[in-house]
Nanobody, 122 residues
Framework: QVQLVESGGGLVQAGGSLRLSCAAS????????MGWFSQAPGKEREFVAT????????SYADSVKGRFTISRDNARKTVYLQINSLKPEDTAVYYC???????????????WGQGTQVTDSS
């Protein structure tokens, strides 16, 4: 079992940067693929990025390619999402999640954090 806690959200102006963190508990963190999803008010949860257990493979939604970077530190049991060049449409609650298979589908993920809010303050 994995428990996930996100942090690092907040207010940032359009064009600014932010780094989200997701701390995991449990001894098997390094065996999970990790993902980040976003959910704006009134919208469905959407895929943002995913990373393999080793960190060697990543995948991104087209809307964030070149601006967002997912990474992980297995020794710290933490996955990160670096957000650069923030756009107003990036405003959402961001969730991290864990799965045994690399996937862009929310229903493929077994464990979820509580989310952290990212808001464009412009």
């Amino acid at each position: 079992q994995v428990q996930l806690v996100e942090s690092g959200g907040g207010l940032v102006q359009a064009g600014g940067s932010l780094r989200l963190s997701c701390a995991a508990s449990g001894r098997t963190f390094s065996s999970y693929y990790m993902g980040w999803f976003s959910q704006a008010p009134g919208k469905e949860r959407e895929f943002v990025a995913t990373i393999s257990w080793s960190g060697g493979r990543t995948s991104y939604a087209d809307s964030v390619k070149g601006r967002f970077t997912i990474s992980r530190d297995n020794a710290r049991k933490t996955v990160y999402l670096q957000i650069n060049s923030l756009k107003p449409e990036d405003t959402a609650v961001y969730y991290c999640a864990a799965t045994g298979l690399m996937s862009t589908r929310p229903n493929a993920y077994d464990y979820w954090g509580q989310g952290t809010q990212v808001t464009d303050s412009s």
